[in-house]
């Protein structure tokens, strides 16, 4: 029998072949590459093309073999299996073909012993070469993988000693860059939707096309590639090869920014392992840009509540530098000249009684007039009005004032008569006072509304305008100008009754202050 | 024999005509003039007014008491200045001292004292009330120097004038039309008020001399 007989006998039994392969390796315990060859189609299909290479390569050198096991050893080592697996697969099958020679030997006698040393070499040698290649991948694979590990390791350690956003940002630029040896890096961050910050490395504009897919991929949230075509795909895979690439960096349910990559020579692949890297690193920056955010929040807060102390210290300051004032004035000047009067009168006595008594009475004059004095003294500094004529009418009264001073005209929607805590009372008092004097300073308005309601569960208070308004800021420590003071205090004091302030405002469009207080079950009766 | 000529510088009516009354209750004592602030007395006695005494209050609207001692003592050397005051302070003390005030007492005064003080005064004696002797010695071992406000050299009465109208916020042609002056004149007295005051631009000098208290803004 000659060597072609033979081929064609292996041939005629190819199918046969590789059933018997399947069955043996469904043999239980079975490994996972046991598993690639029985549950996927492609191991199926890796199964037939391995028989038929064994058997074309009989009675010729198997080149095609050859370069197949050498192909086989580099996906293997890179897909993670084990040389082991490997190798058992390989002795079911070199058993299987034995078996098949001895049966071949008996229907149909040939040289057997060339042509089974032949195959045999064959096979040890594919075997060979896919050991050889299996070891050297997996020696680059490791390698690699510790590289990437330390890299890792570095970044993660500068990276989350830094709390500047825009350093994270540069480092992450950088270090993607050289990563996936990519010419240029973009970092577009945003907060609170809007870009914070565009970067470009090196220094440079972005490119349309560059910035359209970063914008695309922030609506996505997605990792978009674009090939040297133009088109743009979800997966490095698909595309197999690309030209730009942007990435969101994203933490919990927030996108800080998009890095976008750009090669100038045409395309570039990039392996899986160097994208898992890359995700890994971008974890890393959201991580160490949560913690910049967290920190700027934090040092914000720190600064406005510095600036409130500060500021509560000076209005104490400046109350008392004025009640000081004000007693100096009145109360201690009326005082001393009543002083000197009685010490006239003293006098007057034995020279001149009539005289005498018109100066007594002229000193009941100064006495009543330092009473009422002294009155409105302590009336100024607590307004007992709101506990002895209530919110309503006080703020009434209030507001009556203010309208004959600045000729400013208040519509007012306010109930007949409002039971509230005393300090939720006193607290929309001042707030009414520091809205309307705001009004007056800043607005530019001749008319002003005030609306309060309440509900068995809340009061709500509206002070508007429809003056020159301003810049709306979500919190009044960033606005500029002189009434972020006066809002900071109002919104302190409203905070302090667990209550809300808000501010609606835009240029040329008046100014909405609106509070509410939550009122707890049974304190708004008295 | 000649009556001592008291002038009262106070910007509280109360206080003005109870010591009026109280004073002239003395038969050698007249109270010739009233002024209600610094700016008022230098003001009158520019004009005619020619007391032996003044009684000055510290705090008054405009002008400070202790400015227009200041001023008083330079260009009328015969005036005796006496500091009639509420405040108790050894800075004001000190500083009252250094404008060139006789005397120094609180405004809780008897009667019998304060006349006593007068004459005393009259005859080239100075008096400081013991209630701020305490005051002074702490403010001396504190190793305080004397006043800031005193360390500037004097204001003319032209140039107080012109100082109050910067802290009131004028133009220098609003200032010149205010006080009857040229344009060119109002700027060589800010010239020098800055001069006197260490300072080169308006706002610093508008900030020093509230600071310093020479001027009370309203």
Partial sequence: MSRRAFRDFMRSHEKDIVRELYDRLEKRPYSNYQDFFLRTEEGLRRLEIWVNLVINGIGRRAETLFRDQEKVAYTRAVEGFSFEDISHVYLIMHSILNEMIRKAGKLHPFHLHDVYSEMRENMFRGHHILATMFLKTREEVISEKMYHLKSLHDFTRTMIENLEVDEIAGMIMEKSRLLLKMDRSFMVLFQNHRVKGVFSHPAGTVDDEIFSLMERSYKTKKALFMDVEGTIHENIRLSRSMRIMAVPVQGHNRCYGILALLTKDGEKGLSFSQMDLLHQLLNVTAIAMENAYMFIELEERQKELRFLTEKLITLQEEERRQLAADIHDNLAQALTGMGYKIQVCRELINRNPKLLAEQLDNLTRIVDDATRQSRELMSSLRPDLLDDIGLVAALRKFMEHFSRDTNIKIRTYLPRHIQLPPEIKICLFRVVQEALSNVYKHADSKTAELRITKTKNLVRLTVSDEGKGFRHVSRPSGMAGMNKMGLLAMQERVEAVGGNLSIDSRPGYGCRLRVTIPIKNGEGVE | ?218
């Avoid at chain 2, 001592?4 to 004073?23: A, F, W």
């Avoid at chain 2, 610094?38 to 009684?55: M, T």
């Avoid at chain 2, 500083?95 to 008897?110: E, H, L, N, Q």
């Fill in chain 2, 1 to 218: 024999m000649k009556k001592t000529r008291v002038m009262i510088v106070d910007d509280h009516v109360i206080v003005q005509e109870g010591l009026k009354q109280l004073l002239e209750l003395e038969e050698d004592i007249e109270v010739v003039e009233i002024a209600g602030s610094g700016f008022e007395c230098i003001q009158s006695l520019e004009e005619k007014a020619n007391p032996d005494i003044i009684l000055m209050d510290i705090k008054m609207k405009d002008i400070s008491g202790i400015e227009a001692t200041k001023l008083i003592c330079k260009k009328y050397p015969n005036i005796k200045v006496i500091m009639l005051t509420i405040y108790t302070d050894g800075q004001y003390v000190t500083d009252a001292i250094s404008a060139g005030a006789r005397g120094f007492v609180t405004k809780d005064v008897k009667r019998d004292d304060l006349i006593e003080i007068i004459h005393h005064v009259m005859k080239d004696g100075s008096f400081l009330d013991p209630k701020v002797t305490g005051c002074i010695v702490d403010h001396v071992k504190k190793g305080t120097k004397a006043g800031q406000a005193v360390k500037t050299s004097y204001f003319t009465y032209r140039e107080l004038e012109v100082v109050k109208e910067l802290v009131a916020g004028h133009k220098d042609d609003e200032i010149a039309e205010r006080l009857y002056l040229s344009k060119h004149t109002i700027r060589s007295h800010i010239k020098n008020i800055f001069r006197k005051l260490g300072v080169s631009s308006r706002s610093q000098a508008i900030a020093k001399v509230i600071n310093l208290k020479i001027v009370n803004p309203e």
